[in-house]
């Protein structure tokens, strides 16, 4: 069997005319391109039996958090046991997909962790893992696991999308000066990094500075415009700046025209639109219809039972879009959960299901309710994966529901709470509410 070089210098079980290929298949993974599906289907069309891309199929295809795309993860580890993997990071690589199928996804990192300390330049196994922990919540995982191979990337051609990485677990760890520093100088080596770009954003949406965000953002719409659905996740940063500064109709804006550009039900897309009207409501916006088509395409979708995350932004869709006997029956689903059949299966139990609750209660107008189960699930959170910024709907609904309850030594510890994790500065939601806090209480005096 042929052993080919790929552009971290791993060897490769194919052809040296299908090396070309395969490098932008690697290349797409980091850079979020939306000509990975393509390419990598054309690889396999032309070596079916090869296993590293029959797993990398498989996987992407359960980070999808689809059910459907389960039988296809399947699918592609039986052809990828089929094929004979030829090394052993190959061999990693099947066993990875094999684990997270049977619900051990942080198995499946483990086990490309491995490889990547034994191959530290390894730029899929790198990236994999990365994605692996973010969907099940680890961001230190993530820090880790990219500073172990730092110093090995020196020469690497894909440096740059090792800084955006970097950049954006720095963030998620609260490391804000190092992570804008990072983020800002893998861009320059890789300009078509939209991860590393967005981390810098995120660095932005963290510290209060909603004004500099935007200032980073435009005139920089190339490095985002070759993305898969994560063009749409960078714009919705956009909106998210808009919206701390008041501008809503700028937010509202960007929903339209770039946000649900592509009215797809990636629970990822859904997410992005989701929590943008969950917020604009929560400051007074009226949001016309829009929620509709995000309700009807969340009640199709509601059944997955894959990722607590996609869950929780599909009963958003569906308490906006008035779709309360839908919303019951997912609550339904999610309380028949079993812990024991995997890891996701867990976070959907807890504290996935307490999250959905105090959701729906909270739409239902039961404040109390809503308090007590958002504030069952909040220490847990994290969990769920995504991002602080992702997350921070949860929190702002929390607030929301402890305030509308009349809790408001508990909304201000809570919006405390909040400011101590976004470099202890209170942002445009945080000052207006620590403002309505004081009026409250002046009122009672």
């Known amino acids: 069997m042929p052993v080919s070089d790929d552009l971290s210098g791993m060897p490769t079980s194919l052809p040296e005319t299908a090396i070309g290929q395969w490098n932008r298949v690697i290349l797409g993974i980091l850079a979020h391109a939306a000509?990975?599906?393509?390419?990598?289907?054309?690889?396999?069309?032309?070596?079916?039996d090869f296993a590293l891309g029959q797993a990398v199929r498989g996987l992407s295809?359960?980070?999808?958090?689809?059910?459907?795309?389960?039988?296809?993860a399947h699918q592609a580890y039986a052809a990828a046991v089929a094929g004979a993997p030829a090394t052993m990071r190959e061999i990693a690589f099947v066993h990875a997909l094999g684990d997270w199928l049977a619900g051990r996804p942080t198995q499946a990192a483990a086990r490309l962790q491995v490889i990547l300390n034994l191959n530290p330049r390894d730029a899929l196994a790198m990236k994999m893992v990365q994605a692996i922990h973010f969907v099940m919540g680890r961001p230190r995982h993530m820090r880790a696991s990219v500073e172990g191979v730092i110093p090995a990337w020196d020469d690497h051609p894909a440096r740059g999308y090792l800084l955006g990485c970097h950049a954006f677990t720095l963030e998620e760890t609260g490391d804000y000066a190092a992570a804008e520093r990072t983020g800002r100088a893998g861009v320059e080596l890789a300009p078509d990094d939209a991860w590393g770009l967005h981390a810098v954003a995120h660095v932005y949406d963290m510290t209060g500075n909603a004004r500099a965000g935007l200032d980073w953002l435009t005139g920089r719409e190339g490095s985002w415009a070759h993305c898969n659905n994560f063009r749409f996740h960078v714009w919705w940063h956009r909106a998210l700046m808009h919206?701390?500064?008041?501008?809503?109709?700028?937010?509202?804006?960007?929903?339209?025209?770039?946000?649900?550009?592509?009215?797809?039900?990636?629970?990822?897309?859904?997410?992005?639109?989701?929590?943008?009207?969950?917020?604009?409501?929560?400051?007074?916006?009226?949001?016309?219809?829009?929620?509709?088509e995000l309700a009807t395409l969340a009640e199709r979708r509601a059944t997955d039972g894959c990722l607590a995350f996609a869950d929780l932004h599909y009963m958003i869709a569906l308490c906006g879009g008035a779709r309360n006997e839908a919303a019951v029956a997912l609550i339904a689903r999610m309380q028949s959960t079993q812990r024991s059949h995997g890891e996701a299966q867990a976070v959907i139990a807890h504290p996935g299901l307490h999250i959905a609750q105090g959701l729906h209660a909270f739409s239902s107008?039961?404040?109390?309710?809503?308090?007590?189960?958002?504030?069952?699930?909040?220490?847990?959170?994290?969990?769920?994966?995504g991002s602080h910024a992702q997350r921070d709907v949860f929190d702002r609904i929390a607030i929301e529901a402890a305030l509308r309850g009349g809790y408001m030594d508990a909304a201000e510890t809570l919006i405390h709470d909040r400011m101590a994790h976004r470099a202890g500065k209170a942002d445009g939601y945080a000052t207006a509410r620590l403002a309505l806090i004081e009026s409250a209480r002046a009122k009672v005096v």
Not at 61 to 72: D, P, Q, T, Y
Not at 246 to 257: I, M, R, S, V
Not at 276 to 287: A, T
Not at 368 to 375: G, K, M, P, T, V
Request: aromatic fraction near 6%; hydrophobic fraction near 40%.
């Open 365 to 385: 107008g039961e404040y109390s309710s809503a308090w007590i189960h958002l504030r069952a699930g909040r220490a847990d959170l994290q969990s769920i994966g």
């Open 35 to 48: 000509s990975t599906g393509p390419d990598l289907n054309d690889v396999l069309t032309a070596a079916p």
């Open 243 to 292: 919206l701390d500064l008041g501008e809503y109709d700028a937010a509202l804006a960007h929903y339209d025209t770039d946000i649900r550009a592509e009215k797809t039900d990636d629970y990822r897309d859904i997410a992005n639109a989701a929590s943008l009207l969950s917020r604009l409501e929560l400051e007074g916006v009226s949001v016309g219809d829009r929620w509709e």
């Open 61 to 72: 295809c359960l980070l999808l958090g689809r059910a459907e795309m389960v039988v296809v």
